[in-house]
């Protein structure tokens, strides 16, 4: 069974950074696509980046949305299944449940994602 487990969140200052990490266990596949997705007070969960696998633990090919292109950076451990996001810049917009999420196939939509960690909160004060 495929297992997300998040860490890294918090409560930081605008400016500041914060760095997230997914750690997946249970996986019978060796390539596969992870992405981060948000989801603020009152707001739909939207996407925040992803970044590929491929079956001898390369991670590539990251994309971002538009919103935190430049001050995201999403990385791979690819001795371990864990994918980091690295948040600089911080701004209380940021503020959201961040949650990882896991499939075979790359996509920027939530549906498209089949495993899901169970997020973890970041709030950015102003």
């Known amino acids: 069974q495929v297992q997300l487990v998040e860490s890294g969140g918090g409560l930081v200052q605008a400016g500041g950074s914060l760095r997230l990490s997914c750690a997946a266990s249970?996986?019978?596949?060796?390539?596969?696509?992870m992405g981060w997705f948000r989801q603020g007070p009152g707001k739909e969960r939207e996407f925040v980046g992803a970044?590929?696998?491929?079956?001898?633990?390369?991670?590539?090919?990251?994309v971002y949305a538009d919103s935190v292109k430049g001050r995201f950076t999403i990385s791979g451990d690819n001795a371990k299944n864990t994918v980091l996001l690295q948040m600089n810049s911080l701004k209380p917009e940021d503020t959201a449940v961040y949650y990882c999420?896991?499939?075979?196939?790359?996509?920027?939509?939530?549906?498209?994602?089949?495993?899901w960690g169970q997020g973890t909160q970041v709030t950015v004060s102003s």
């Open positions: 970044i590929r696998r491929n079956s001898v633990g390369i991670h590539y090919g990251t």
């Open positions: 249970g996986l019978t596949f060796s390539s596969y696509a």
């Open positions: 999420a896991l499939d075979q196939t790359f996509g920027v939509s939530a549906r498209g994602y089949a495993y």
